[in-house]
């Protein structure tokens, strides 16, 4: 059983940078598409960043783009995220994912079966 743990969560102010890592227990490998989602109080699971284990390219959401980078080490197997210009609406508990074996899917959070327990993200306006 693939285990996640995301850390690196916390409250800044906006404008600040933060990053997020997350680690797979135990190292699983690289043919995974591995995702960052998030999700604010009373909304839907949101997709954020996700990276691709065929051609080892990542996409972002529209608000992700331009202001976070992930960064995949698939020999420690670990997966971050480096959030910059952080803005009160990317509060939100995010969450790190592991997609299928093989799977191509990489923005539906029902393609992903394996998930973090969340870290909290708060920038107070």
């Known amino acids: 059983q693939v285990e996640l743990v995301e850390s690196g969560g916390g409250l800044v102010q906006a404008g600040a940078s933060l990053t997020l890592s997350c680690t797979a227990s135990?190292?699983?490998?690289?043919?995974?598409?591995m995702a960052w989602f998030r999700q604010a109080p009373g909304s839907a699971r949101e997709f954020v960043a996700c990276?691709?284990?065929?051609?080892?390219?990542?996409t972002y959401a529209g608000f992700a783009q331009g202001r976070f980078i992930v960064s995949r080490d698939i020999g420690k197997d670990t997966f971050d995220i480096q959030m910059n210009n952080l803005k009160p609406e990317d509060t939100a508990v995010y969450y790190c994912?592991?997609?299928?074996?093989?799977?191509?899917?990489?923005?539906?959070?029902?393609?992903?079966?394996?998930w973090g327990q969340g870290t909290e993200v708060t920038v107070p306006s």
């Open positions: 994912a592991k997609g299928r074996e093989f799977g191509e899917e990489c923005t539906n959070p029902q393609a992903f079966p394996s």
């Open positions: 135990p190292l699983t490998g690289r043919a995974y598409n």
């Open positions: 990276w691709r284990w065929r051609s080892q390219y990542t």
